[in-house]
C-alpha cells in the first residue's frame, strides 16, 4: 500500500469514530455493565456451588432427588424435542415450500409462544386438564394422570419449546427455493427420497440449531413446568423446579449444585451455537460472495 | 399440512381457545370486579410499569453495547459478544437464585450496595434488576445487525459536508436505527412483563409490594381460584398480542421508509 493511500484510509477511518477518550468510556460502560449484570451471575453459581468443596459438590448431585430429577429432564427433553423435531420440519417446510391462505396466520401462531408469560403457558393446560378444567372429571374417571405427572410437564414443555425448529427452518427453506426439489422429482425421484436425498442435506445445520434452541430450553423451563408439575418429591419435580425447592429450603449448596449443571448447559448451548452459526453463514454465502 | 395444521391445533390453538373460554364464562362485572382489586392492579402495575423501565433501561445500555461491540475493537469483544446471549440460555430459575444471592445483603454486590443504603434484593428494585438481565440480549441482538449494515458511504458524507461527530451520530446515524431499538425495546419489554422464573427469587413477593402478576396467576391457581387467574392471564395475554402487532407495524414501517439499495 502506498503512503498516499495508507493516508487516505486513515483520513477515513477517522471520520468514522469518536476521540479517543469518548471510545474509552463507551467501551467501558459497556464492559461493567456485562459483567455486573451478564459475567458475575454465572459466575456465582459456580462459587456457590463448590463454596462446601467437591465432596459436597458430587454429594448433591448424586442424591436420590437430584438423580430423578435429572431423569425426568432428561426423559421430558426427549420427548418435547423429538416431537417439536419433527412437526417444526413439517412446519417448516410447508410454509416455505407452499404458496396458501392464512400462511401469516400460520407464522404467527408459530411465533406465539414465544411471547406469551411461561406462566400462562402453564394455565392454560390446567384449565384443560385440571379437576375442575374441562376434561378434568373425565379424564378422572379413567384414571388417566395427565396434571401433576409427566404427560402434563411434556405438554407444557412442547408448547413453550414449539417455535425453536421451525423458526430456524422457515429463512432457510424459503431462501433455498424450490429449484433443487423440482429437479429431483423431474428426475424420478419419490416425494419422500426427495425429502430425504435433497431437502435434509440442504437444512441439515438449519435442523441441529433448531433442536440445539429447543433442547436447552426444553431442559430449562421453568415457569410453565412450575404450574403443571405439582411438584411431587421424587417424582414430578425437573432439575430447575428442584433449583427452587432446595434453595427455598436453604439448602444453597445442593440447589446452586444442581444449577450449575444446567448453566453448563447453557455454556455448552451457546459455544455449539456459535460454531454452528459459523456453518449457517457459510451455507448462505456460497464462495464469491 | 393436514398435519402441521392438526398439531398446531392440539398444542397452541385450543389450549389458548379454553382460556377465553373460560374467561368469557366471567361476567363483565365478576371480570372488572377481580382486576380492580387492589392486589391484582398492584401486581400489574409493578409488572407493566417496571418492565418498561427496564426496557427503557436496556434501550440505552443495549446501544452503548452494540457500540461498543461493532464499533471500537477492545481486548475480549468476542467473548462479550457471545456473553450477551447467557440470559436467553441460562435457565431462568438458575438466573434467579444467582442474581438472588449476588444481591442479597451478604452477596458480592448487596453487601456494598447495602453499606451505601441500597436495598436491593427482596424489594422491587431487585425486579428491576432481574428484568433488565433477561431483557439486554433482545436490544442488542435486534440493534446489532442494523449497526452493522449501516452505511459508511452516509457518515462519511455528513462528515465531509461539514457536520461535527456528535452530529453525525444524532442526526444521521440514530434516526435510522429507530425501527431496530423501537422493535429491541418492545420484545424486552415483553419478556419482562411475563418474566416468572428470573424475578420470583429475588423479589421478596410481598403483596401489594413486591408481587409479579405472573406469581399472582400461580397463587390464584393454587388457592383453586380458577377464575382469577383467567382474568388476569387474559389481560397478559392481549398485552403480548398487542406488542406483536406493534413490532409487525415497526417492521413493515421500517421496510417502506428505508428503501433497498
Known amino acids: 500500500m502506498s503512503e498516499l493511500q495508507y493516508s487516505l484510509r486513515s483520513a477515513r477511518d477517522d471520520l468514522r469514530t469518536e476521540p479517543r477518550p469518548i471510545r474509552i468510556v463507551i467501551i467501558a460502560i459497556a464492559v461493567i455493565f456485562l459483567t455486573v449484570f451478564v459475567v458475575l451471575p454465572l459466575v456465582v453459581v459456580f462459587a456457590q456451588a463448590f463454596s462446601k468443596g467437591i465432596g459436597a459438590y458430587f454429594a448433591a448431585l448424586s442424591d436420590s432427588e437430584a438423580l430423578s430429577a435429572i431423569r425426568l429432564t432428561l426423559l421430558v427433553a426427549a420427548i418435547s424435542v423429538s416431537l417439536n423435531l419433527v412437526f417444526g420440519v413439517i412446519a417448516a417446510w410447508a410454509i416455505a415450500k407452499f404458496d396458501f391462505r392464512g400462511k401469516t396466520f400460520l407464522i404467527s401462531l408459530i411465533d406465539l409462544p414465544f411471547s406469551v408469560s411461561p406462566v400462562i403457558s402453564g394455565l392454560v393446560f390446567v384449565l384443560l386438564f385440571g379437576a375442575q378444567g374441562y376434561w378434568g372429571p373425565w379424564l378422572q374417571a379413567h384414571n388417566i394422570h395427565v396434571l401433576f405427572a409427566v404427560p402434563g410437564i411434556a405438554l407444557a414443555t412442547i408448547f413453550v419449546t414449539f417455535p425453536f425448529v421451525a423458526r430456524a427452518l422457515i429463512p432457510l427453506m424459503q431462501e433455498q427455493g424450490t ?111 | 399440512m393436514g398435519l402441521t395444521l392438526t398439531w398446531l391445533s392440539v398444542i397452541i390453538l385450543i389450549p389458548l381457545a379454553g382460556l377465553f373460554l373460560k374467561a368469557s364464562e366471567l361476567s363483565l362485572d365478576q371480570f372488572w370486579g377481580i382486576l380492580a382489586s387492589r392486589r391484582t392492579l398492584h401486581a400489574l402495575r409493578i409488572s407493566f410499569g417496571l418492565a418498561f423501565a427496564a426496557a427503557a433501561v436496556n434501550l440505552v445500555m443495549g446501544m452503548v453495547i452494540v457500540w461498543a461491540l461493532v464499533r471500537y475493537s477492545f481486548p475480549g469483544r468476542r467473548i462479550f459478544d457471545a456473553i450477551v446471549d447467557i440470559p436467553f440460555a441460562l435457565p431462568t430459575a438458575v438466573a434467579g437464585v444467582a442474581l438472588t444471592s449476588l444481591f442479597a445483603q451478604k452477596g458480592w454486590l448487596g453487601a456494598p450496595l447495602a453499606a451505601l443504603g441500597i436495598k436491593v434484593a427482596f424489594t422491587p428494585v431487585g425486579i428491576f434488576v432481574a428484568m433488565i438481565f433477561i431483557g439486554i440480549p433482545f436490544v442488542v441482538r435486534t440493534v446489532q445487525p442494523v449497526l452493522l449494515d449501516l452505511d459508511a458511504e452516509i457518515e462519511e458524507a455528513a462528515a465531509s459536508l461539514g457536520a461535527n461527530r456528535w452530529h453525525t451520530v444524532s442526526k444521521v446515524i440514530l434516526p435510522s436505527m429507530i425501527p431496530a431499538l423501537l422493535t429491541g425495546f418492545a420484545l424486552a419489554f415483553a419478556r419482562a412483563v411475563g418474566e416468572y422464573g428470573s424475578v420470583i427469587f429475588i423479589a421478596g413477593n410481598l403483596p401489594n409490594v413486591s408481587e409479579i402478576a405472573p406469581l399472582l396467576i400461580v397463587i390464584r391457581l393454587s388457592e383453586f381460584r380458577y377464575a382469577d387467574a383467567t382474568a388476569i392471564a387474559v389481560v397478559m395475554l392481549v398485552a403480548s398480542f398487542l406488542i406483536i402487532f406493534a413490532v409487525n407495524r415497526i417492521q413493515r414501517w421500517a421496510q417502506t421508509r428505508i428503501p433497498a439499495h
Not at chain 1, 186 to 198: D, E, H, I, N, P
Not at chain 1, 201 to 220: D, Q, S, T
Open chain 1, 179 to 289: 429449484l433443487e426439489e423440482e429437479a429431483a422429482i423431474s428426475l424420478g425421484a419419490s416425494g419422500l427420497q426427495t425429502f430425504f436425498r435433497v431437502t435434509l442435506p440442504n437444512i441439515k445445520w438449519g435442523v441441529l440449531y433448531g433442536v440445539l434452541l429447543c433442547n436447552a430450553r426444553a431442559m430449562g423451563e421453568f415457569g410453565a413446568v412450575s404450574v403443571v408439575s405439582g411438584h411431587i418429591r421424587g417424582e414430578t419435580n425437573t432439575m430447575p423446579l428442584l433449583v427452587e425447592i432446595l434453595y427455598n429450603e436453604y439448602q444453597f449448596v445442593s440447589s446452586f449444585a444442581i444449577a450449575s449443571l444446567l448453566a453448563m448447559l447453557a455454556l455448552i448451548t451457546l459455544v455449539a451455537k456459535t460454531i454452528l452459526e459459523r456453518h449457517l453463514d457459510e451455507g448462505q454465502h456460497p464462495r464469491g460472495d
